[in-house]
C-alpha cells in the first residue's frame, strides 16, 4: 500500500467514525432503535397532508402563531403537491429517502440532489417542528422505547430461536434497524396507525401512538414487523408451502394467508413471552382487532398443532385450505 492509499483508507475509516458517532441507537442483541428528528418530522408532515386529503386534520392541536401557521401551510402544502401519491412504505423515493435520513443527525452533513428540494421544505418548517411538536414527540417515542426496552432484551433470545424454527429461515446477522416515529402509516383502507417494514434490506418503522394502552401490543407489533423478513409471500419455507399446497389443490389463493401465518406465529409466541414475564396478553392483535376472522379458528386448531410439533406444516396448511373452501 502506497502512502496516499494509505491515508486515503485512514481518512475514510475516520470520516465514517465520524459520521457514526453522532448516530447514538439504544441497541439490543437484535435490534439497533433510533428516534430520528427529520424522519419524525417527515412523517408527521405526510400524515397531516394526508388526513386533509381523506378527512379533516387530526393531528395539529398545537397553538401556533401566524407565521408558524404559514410555515407549517407550506411544507404540509409541499407534501400535498409533491409527495401524497408515494406510498411510506412501497414508494422506493420514500424507502430510499428513510435510508438516509434516518442515518443524519440535526445537523445535516451533504444532502444528495434527489432529496434537495424535500429537504428544504423540511429545513423551512423545522424551527415550527423543533418548537412546538417534537418535544412532544420525542418524549412519547423515547417514552415507548425505554418503557419496552427491558422486555426486548428479556425475551428476544426465545422469539428470535422459536420464529427461526418455525419458518426454518435464518434470522438477518446484522441487528435489524428500527426506527420510532410519533405518528405512523396510514393508509386510504385503513385509517389507523400502523408500523410498516421494508425489506431487503430490513427496516422497520414503529410508531409511539396508536394501541399503546395494551400493555404488550408493542413488543407483539415490533415481533411481528422483524418477522416479516422470515415469511414472504410465495417463497422461503413458509409461503413456498403454502404456494406448493394451494397448486396442488388446484384451488385460488386464500388472500394475504401467509400474512395470517405471519400474525398467528408472531402473536402467539409473544403471548407466551408476555405471560411469562408475568404480563396478562389474553387477546393477540390479531384477535383484538378482528383480523382474518374467517382463517382464525382454522389457524388457531391447525397452526396451533403445528407450534406445538404435533403436525406438519403442510399437513397443517391442507387442513386449512380444506376448511376455507
Ligand atoms: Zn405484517
Aim: net charge neutral; proline share 2%; aromatic share 14%.
Amino acid at each position: 500500500m502506497n502512502k496516499k492509499t494509505l491515508l486515503c483508507s485512514l481518512l475514510s475509516i475516520f470520516l465514517s467514525i465520524c459520521i457514526h458517532a453522532q448516530i447514538k441507537r439504544d441497541t439490543t442483541k437484535y435490534y439497533s432503535f433510533n428516534v430520528n428528528y427529520w424522519f419524525n418530522l417527515h412523517h408527521y408532515l405526510w400524515l397531516e397532508s394526508f388526513m386533509q386529503v381523506n378527512e379533516d386534520s387530526t393531528i395539529i392541536d398545537q397553538k401556533l402563531s401566524k407565521s408558524e401557521k404559514v410555515k407549517l401551510d407550506k411544507a404540509i402544502s409541499y407534501y400535498s403537491e409533491n409527495l401524497i401519491e408515494e406510498d411510506l412504505r412501497t414508494s422506493d423515493y420514500m424507502t430510499a429517502f428513510k435510508f438516509w435520513i434516518t442515518n443524519q443527525n440535526k445537523v445535516l452533513n451533504e444532502i444528495p440532489d434527489q432529496f434537495r428540494e424535500h429537504m428544504k421544505a423540511l429545513q423551512e418548517v423545522s424551527s415550527v417542528y423543533e418548537k412546538v411538536f417534537w418535544p412532544i414527540h420525542e418524549k412519547a417515542c423515547k417514552s415507548v422505547l425505554n418503557e419496552y426496552l427491558p422486555l426486548i432484551i428479556e425475551t428476544e433470545e426465545t422469539f428470535v430461536q422459536d420464529i427461526t424454527k418455525l419458518t426454518r429461515q435464518f434470522w438477518q446477522e446484522e441487528k435489524l434497524p428500527v426506527d420510532i416515529t410519533y405518528v405512523a402509516k396510514v393508509t386510504k383502507w385503513n385509517l389507523r396507525n400502523r408500523p410498516y417494514t421494508s425489506l431487503f434490506p430490513t427496516y422497520v418503522v414503529m410508531n409511539a401512538i396508536g394501541e399503546n394502552d395494551v400493555k404488550g401490543n408493542w413488543l407483539e407489533l415490533l415481533y411481528h414487523e422483524s418477522a416479516h423478513h422470515l415469511i414472504l409471500s410465495s417463497n422461503y419455507f413458509v409461503g413456498g408451502t403454502i404456494n406448493d399446497v394451494v397448486e396442488t389443490m388446484d384451488i385460488k389463493m386464500p388472500r394475504q394467508l401467509g400474512h395470517s401465518y405471519l400474525f398467528y406465529f408472531t402473536g402467539q409466541l409473544t403471548k407466551q413471552l408476555l405471560e411469562k414475564s408475568g404480563i396478562v396478553y389474553d387477546e393477540t392483535y390479531m384477535v383484538r382487532n378482528g383480523l382474518y376472522k374467517r382463517y382464525y379458528p382454522l389457524l388457531d386448531k391447525h397452526l396451533k398443532a403445528y407450534m406445538r410439533r404435533e403436525t406438519t406444516l403442510v399437513e397443517a396448511t391442507e387442513n386449512i385450505i380444506e376448511g376455507l373452501k
